[in-house]
T-cell receptor, first 112, second 112 residues
Framework: SQTIHQWPATLVQPVGSPLSLECTVE??????LYWYRQAAGRGLQLLFY??????ISSEVPQNLSASRPQDRQFILSSKKLLLSDSGFYLC???????????FGPGTRLTVL | AQTVTQSQPEMSVQEAETVTLSCTYD???????LFWYKQPPSRQMILVIR??????QNATENRFSVNFQKAAKSFSLKISDSQLGDAAMYFC?????????FGTGTSLTVIP
């Protein structure tokens, strides 16, 4: 069966520090991968999605970036965090041949 | 651009009663999919129900059913015989072209 992992589960970082959130999927190959941000009391905002290694599409211009160094690994990064980057970050995957999306447990990021 | 609107930020229902959550969307596409996801306090996103736009028949999953009105671009979720475990944030989502678009969510409270 397929599983999706995210780490860390929680993170507290100072403004201006770098960020690296990791997402990995097990039990499948060539998944579509997604990063979402959920701000407090708001819906999910799609940040990045990837249909293959090295293929990243950005939905929202900002100080975040994403990379997909391996087929089942998706990384969200920032060189300098802003206060507005605080939120709940969700990674999701979907099989490339269907539209059903499966979510990871999320990372709660607090920028102080 | 595709947008998903959930006009009810909060709803409440008496246990064992029925509640309907509203969702409208805007699209120029003819081929797409619609979803309802549930996010309980654990923050884990759980798929509740899915509807293919080309299907006229409304999807049902046990106590959950949808009223899909394609011409009106409306996709409401009906929860019958509400249970305490149904308390959560509910997100309506639209999928097309490898991308998912989410509404801002409806917080459902179930009153014992």
């Amino acid at each position: 069966s397929q599983t999706i992992h995210q780490w860390p589960a929680t993170l507290v970082q100072p403004v201006g520090s770098p960020l690296s959130l990791e997402c990995t999927v097990e039990g499948t190959s060539n998944p579509n991968l997604y990063w979402y941000r959920q701000a407090a009391g708001r819906g999910l905002q799609l940040l990045f999605y990837s249909v293959g290694i090295g293929q990243i599409s950005s939905e929202v211009p900002q100080n975040l970036s994403a990379s997909r160094p391996q087929d089942r690994q998706f990384i969200l990064s920032s060189k300098k965090l802003l206060l507005s980057d605080s939120g709940f970050y969700l990674c999701a995957w979907s099989p490339s041949f269907t539209n059903e999306q499966f979510f990871g447990p999320g990372t709660r990021l607090t920028v102080l | 651009a595709q947008t998903v609107t959930q006009s009810q930020p909060e709803m409440s229902v008496q246990e064992a009663e029925t509640v309907t959550l509203s969702c409208t969307y805007d699209t120029s596409e003819s081929d797409y999919y619609l979803f309802w996801y549930k996010q309980p306090p654990s923050r884990q996103m759980i798929l509740v129900i899915r509807q293919e736009a080309y299907k006229q028949q409304n999807a049902t999953e046990n106590r959950f059913s949808v009223n899909f009105q394609k011409a009106a671009k409306s996709f409401s979720l009906k929860i019958s015989d509400s249970q305490l475990g149904d308390a959560a944030m509910y997100f309506c989502a639209y999928y097309t072209g490898n991308q998912f678009y989410f509404g801002t969510g409806t917080s459902l409270t179930v009153i014992p």
